[in-house]
């Protein structure tokens, strides 16, 4: 058996309490995750020099870590061809331009249908239209099929999350931030790989959440078909810190057995307010300094202890 992290007693993170940071309305997006996030790095013995995110989405957890300074070097990757452009030229010095064309937009149904409708003829236009989707569509949702909003918050119909000066300060703030973040338009199997022989490297991944039956990767995002199963193959080879977040899935915990992981539920708020868990998996306990809770160690599979006196001592950090 796999050990295993009881659920964190804490009180659910409130969301406003965090820095947001990113210019997208993302589905499944990492925000509330965020005081966890700091935990788990907080926890190494050593500061991480790099830190990987395969699945950037919406990038709030490469943001906070270059903003904050928790590693020297942030890389992201994201596959979504709509996506990679605005990361390509927020952290570009075309991000000045983007700035421009968001404040100058003049929100209405009209305009905006007319702006999707263009065929976009570069990266910044591209960037463009991509954030105003994001910004117009129900729930900020991107994959194909979303529809514009209709009413919105207050009767204020498509403008009700247009906030041009918020999204041109997001935007100029990550762009200062350029110089620690390498953003990469690629699938994330072809990315981590590079890095797996790393002990300074932290990868956190957040793929879509498509396993166990869940539904949810396949109605918000474009590129939703993962191999689970080669994904934990994949992050159980790495030499340095590995997280992985996923709805609470009993597909899921069985993977994360299988490859001699550690499961956390963490506790969150859905849209609807009820309170429910999703799952940290880690590849070393992990427990929050502060954190109430209990830790319980199990047995792990002979498998697993086998292979592990083979490799790299994990107990041999950097």
């Not at 709030?60 to 870590?65: H, P």
């Amino acid at each position: 058996m796999q050990a295993v992290l009881l659920p964190d007693t804490s009180s659910i993170v409130n969301v406003a309490s965090v820095p947001q940071r990113s210019p997208f309305r993302y589905p499944g997006g990492k925000t509330w995750f965020v005081p966890h996030l700091r935990d788990w790095l907080h926890s190494f013995r050593k500061r991480p020099v790099l830190f990987v995110e395969p699945f950037a989405g919406g990038g709030i957890a490469s943001l906070t870590v270059a903003m904050e300074n928790l590693a020297d070097r942030v890389i992201m990757a994201e596959l979504d061809s709509n996506v990679a452009a605005v990361w390509k030229v927020v952290l570009s010095t075309g991000a000045p331009d983007l700035i421009r064309r968001i404040r100058r937009f003049e929100i209405s149904r009209a305009a905006v249908v007319a702006e999707l409708c263009k065929e976009a003829q570069s990266d910044i236009d591209l960037a463009f239209q991509t954030i105003l989707r994001n910004r117009v569509q129900r729930g900020g949702i991107l994959a194909p099929g979303a529809s514009l909003m209709k009413n919105g918050e207050n009767n204020v119909g498509v403008g009700c999350r247009w906030y041009p000066e918020t999204l041109a300060r997001r935007i100029a703030a990550i762009n200062a931030a350029k110089n620690k973040i390498e953003f990469l338009h690629k699938d994330a199997f072809d990315v981590m790989p590079k890095y797996l022989r790393d002990r300074s490297a932290a990868f956190f991944v957040d793929p879509p959440y498509t396993a166990g039956g869940k539904s949810a990767g396949k109605r918000l995002y474009l590129h939703s078909s993962i191999d689970h199963e080669s994904l934990f193959d994949t992050l159980e080879k790495a030499a340095g810190e590995v997280m992985l977040t996923y709805d609470d899935a009993k597909e899921v915990r069985d993977l994360a057995t299988a490859h001699g992981f550690f499961i956390k539920p963490i506790p969150m708020k859905t849209t609807h307010h009820t309170r429910t868990y999703e799952l940290a998996i880690t590849n070393r306990p992990f427990a929050a300094p502060n954190a109430i809770e209990s830790l319980r160690l199990l047995e792990r599979p002979s498998r697993y202890r086998a292979k592990r006196k083979s490799e790299h001592p994990r107990n041999d950090k950097r």
